[in-house]
Each structure stands twice: as C-alpha cells, then as structure tokens.
C-alpha cells in the first residue's frame, strides 16, 4: 500500500494530556501506521508556543511515520497573549492565536514548494471560529472534526455564575454573527474538500447556515483495552460517582452538588472530583452548606494513568457540563466498563444511549436537576441496574474504539482528493 503524504495541522497535541491533545495524539499514532504525516502544531503543554513536553518526549520515543514541527509564536504574538497566560485579558488569545495561523500559513507554503503532499488535514482545536489560511495552499483540504457552534441552551444558563452568563450571552451573539458573516469561515468551507462535524447538533448548524455537508463523527475515541472491574459489584455498601473535568462554569459541577443536595439517598455515594478550576473553593463551599462534605473526595488534578485507574474502581461517570463537544472521559469510561450518566445534549447525545447510559431529559433547570436526584435515588435503591449497565457498555464499547477510525478517515482521503480534482476541473 502506497501510503498517502499528509500535513496536518493539530495546534495541541501531547502524549501526557486528554482533551484536544488527546485527539490529535490518538489520530496521529493510529493514521501514522497508513500515512506519512507532518505535523504543524503550537502547543504541547498549557499555552501556545509550550513545545517543551513534546519536544522532550520525542528525545526518549519515536513515533514512525510522523515528522513534528513546532510552530512557534511570534514576539508580538507572544506579547499578546502573554495577558492571557497571567489571566489579566483572556480574549488576547484569539488575536494572539490568529497570528500563530498566518505564522502557520508561512511555513506551511515553504513546505508545500519542497516536499509533495497528497493533501491537508486541518484537524484541531475543533472549534469552528479560526479557520486559518492552508486552505489557500490549493491541495485537497480535509476539515474536521469541527464543532463550537452550537450554543449553552438558555434553560441551563441559572447553572452559571452571573459573570459567566454574561461571557455566554457575548458568546452566543459572537457565534451568531460569525456563523453567517465571517468571510474567513466561507472561504475555508468552500474550499474544504471534506467537511466532518464533530457532533450532529454541529453538522445540522452547518447544513442549515450554509448548505455545507459533513460527516458526523465524535473527534476521540477509545484507545485503550476494554475492561471490566465486576469485583467492585460484590459489595455495594457505597455507590461511587466520579465527575472528571476543568472545576469552572461551563463543566456545571453545581447541578450534581444540587441533585444530591435533593436525594434523600444522598449518603449511600461517594463523589470522586477529578480536577481543579477557579470554582474549586466555591463549589467546595457549596458542598459544606449542603451538609455532603463527608461524601466528597477531592482528587485535584491527577496523572491520566492514576486518572484511569480511579474511573475503573467507579460504578457512574457523571456529565453536568452545559456545553460540550465530544468530552474525552466518556470514552475513558466506556474503556473501563464505566456507564455514563448525562445531560441529553452536545456531543453526550449522539453518543450515550439508554441502553448502556442514562440520558436525562433537556428541560428548564430545576426539572434537570431533579431528574438527576431521582435517578440517583433510584440507583441507590437499585445499584445492581448499574452491574447491568456496565455489562452492555463493555458489549457496545469496541464500535467507539480507534481501531475502526483509519479506516473512516482514508475513505474521506480519497473522497476529498477525488473533489478536489472535480472542483478544479470545474473553474
């Protein structure tokens, strides 16, 4: 097999970190095994131009198949967001970031006239709101999985602090705008051979708005063995919860600490909280005046092998989160034969089922909230509905696992190559 020559443009990426490093490291070290691929990227660790993680990995390991190159920001591209690494202007970023692009763009020509590439792959971050510039470079242009266009639904906003609402509200107005107005944005849509969308809510907005096809396809997947800790059924004396993530507005840990502020049932759990964010201390507080410290354990931030480990001993991953793509811990779940139990919205819709999760009903706040308590309290009564769960997530988990995606994403290679010479054919 004659493999393909594909550069790929993945802004975080790193072999230590979930999220968007994750997805562009799990798609890299799969697609690596059916393509030669050259990497741009700018981030390996928490800020843009943080190449230090990778670059030192790569002094101990190899990855065949993939040559990395580091991006890195330029001095005014560093000033700019350097407001935003000390938290004083977040929104820095943005500017910051698109001038990594053009920085991007740059090299990314000089390569183009020296080496011969089949195609591009924009991959990550998912968000749709930078599409950057290789798009121009005139090769066929692969896009996606994007998302980031969908928008908190408004009877979730009471989930957020006031500060937050109004971030959202500027959000949603931004999102509507540059939806339908970004020139950028229609030029790289016009010119993406193949569009993939990370989450059907995604791939209906783009349909709608500009007449774009894509493909559905969540932009992580399982990469690990499935497994299946049946010991920790045994003895049920507590239920253990583990809720995984950023401790911050969006992540919506206050409608779990609510729920069970309702659940008559409440003392048969153990919450697991795996992470850190700047609500830390007033979710904490929060937990004190509901009277629940003693069923909360609070693990920080945690290595992703101690992470894993964890989720295994758990009976029920929990998603409050009021916007999301496709979260990474699902699939960490799934690989330890962990349910999920959810909000029936983002990414969680498309993925989560009733028959091996529980999917609560989008409704006004209050209505979810106590949709959540009840379940919990069913399950305290019921928790062997959870051995059951656990058995048909192992059964359902193999179709998520990354062992099926090269497969996918060669078609949609040879699918973009094919409109890409049907579209030049057609000038």
Known sequence: MIKKKVLVLAYMVSPYRGSEYSVAWNFLTYMSKYCELTVLFGASGSHMGDVDDLQHYLTKNTVPGVNFIPVIPSQFANRLNLLNRNGWLPYTFYMAYRMWHRGVYKIASELVKKQEFDLIHYLGPIGYREPGYLWKLGLPYVWGPIGGANNVPRCLIPALPT???IKLTFRAVANWLQLRFSFNLRQALSHSDVLLTAT?????????????????IPENGIVGSISLDRIKFQDL??????????????????????????????????????????????????????????????????????????????????????????????????????????????????????????????ADYSQVVNSLSQRLEELAKQPMQLSEMAERVVGEAPKYHWDLRPDFFLDRYDEAIQNSRKRFNAK
């Open 200 to 216: 059907s809510e995604n791939q209906q907005i783009f349909l709608k708005i500009h007449d774009k096809e894509s493909y559905y």
């Open 237 to 362: 004396q507590a239920i253990h919860l583990i809720w995984i993530g950023s401790i911050e507005a969006r992540k919506a840990l206050k409608i779990l600490v609510e729920a069970l502020a309702k659940c008559p049932e409440a003392r048969k759990f153990v919450v697991h909280v795996a992470g850190d964010g700047p609500l830390r201390p007033s979710m904490e507080l929060k937990v004190r005046d509901a009277g629940l410290e003693s069923i909360f354990v609070w693990h920080g931030q945690i290595p992703r092998d101690k992470l894993k480990e964890l989720i295994s001993k758990c009976h029920l991953h929990i998603v409050t989160s009021v916007s999301e793509g496709n979260p990474t811990t699902i699939w960490e779940a799934m690989e330890n034969g962990v349910p999920t139990l959810t909000i029936d919205h983002c990414g969680m819709h498309d993925t989560i089922t009733q028959n091996f999760g529980i999917k609560l009903p989008l």
């Open 163 to 165: 500060m937050d609402k």
